[in-house]
């Protein structure tokens, strides 16, 4: 069955850390993957999508479908980039749903 | 960019009583709506599908009877919390997106804090 899997509900670093914030997927078909972020009290955001392979605010995340993974990574992390994270997969053959990951709550401290 | 807007941003109703959410594309035409639904520091329960013109799909679990989805427009997509309960409080989140092509995204609306007493 499809699924999306984050593992950490907290993720807690010091300013200027490095940071990765892991998704692993189960997903029979080609998976399409999204990462969102939320800040607090406002809606979600797209923070990238692995088919554009853009880079947003520091953020990159490399597809392993080997590992089915989309983990998130960040080489140094600013408070602002607190926020919740959420990994997501597009179901292209159930027409076009997303189903999200349980979420990762990142907290950068000064 | 993609924006979507959705009303009322938060409400609070008695026990018993029907809540309507709307859900609107401001600036493109999404032919399919989702409908969230999402605990505090929890992630988002896909609770339906709609495409504009047909009946929405729902999820597994998901009452079609209790949480009537609405999609009359390309523009326009609503839900209606039919004789709410406590249990029904919640965030709810509608999300559009056009066609159906590989590499488009969602656009998220800002959600609606039902309370129901």
């Known amino acids: 069955a499809q699924r999306v899997t984050q593992p950490e509900k907290l993720l807690s670093v010091f300013k200027g850390a490095p940071v990765e914030l892991k998704c692993n997927y189960s997903?029979?078909?080609?998976?399409?993957l999204f990462w969102y972020v939320q800040y607090s009290r406002q809606r979600l955001q797209l923070l990238l999508r692995?088919?554009s392979r853009e880079s947003i605010k520091g953020f990159t995340a490399d597809l392993n479908k080997g590992e089915t993974s989309f983990h998130l990574k960040k080489p140094f992390a600013q408070e602002e980039d607190s926020a919740m994270y959420y990994c997501?997969?597009?179901?292209?053959?159930?027409?076009?749903?997303?189903?999200f990951g349980q979420g990762t709550e990142l907290s950068v401290k000064p | 960019g993609a924006v979507v807007s959705q009303h009322p941003s938060r409400v609070i109703c008695k026990s018993g009583t029907s809540v309507k959410i709307e859900c609107r594309s401001l600036?493109?035409?999404?032919?399919?709506m989702f409908w969230y639904r999402q605990f505090p520091k929890q992630s988002l329960m896909l609770m339906a599908t709609?495409?504009?013109?047909?009946?929405?799909?729902?999820e597994q679990g998901v009452e079609k009877d209790k949480f009537l989805i609405n999609h009359a427009s390309l523009t326009l997509s609503t839900l209606t919390v039919t004789s709410a309960h406590p249990e029904d409080s919640s965030f709810y989140i509608c999300?559009?997106?056009?066609?159906?092509?590989?590499?488009?995204?969602?656009?998220f609306g800002s959600g609606t804090r039902l309370t129901v007493v």
């Open positions: 997501a997969l597009r179901l292209y053959n159930q027409g076009g749903k997303l189903i």
């Open positions: 600036d493109f035409q999404a032919t399919t």
């Open positions: 997903y029979s078909g080609s998976p399409e």
């Open positions: 999300s559009a997106s056009q066609a159906g092509e590989r590499g488009y995204g969602y656009t």
């Open positions: 692995h088919i």
């Open positions: 709609s495409n504009e013109g047909s009946k929405a799909t729902y």
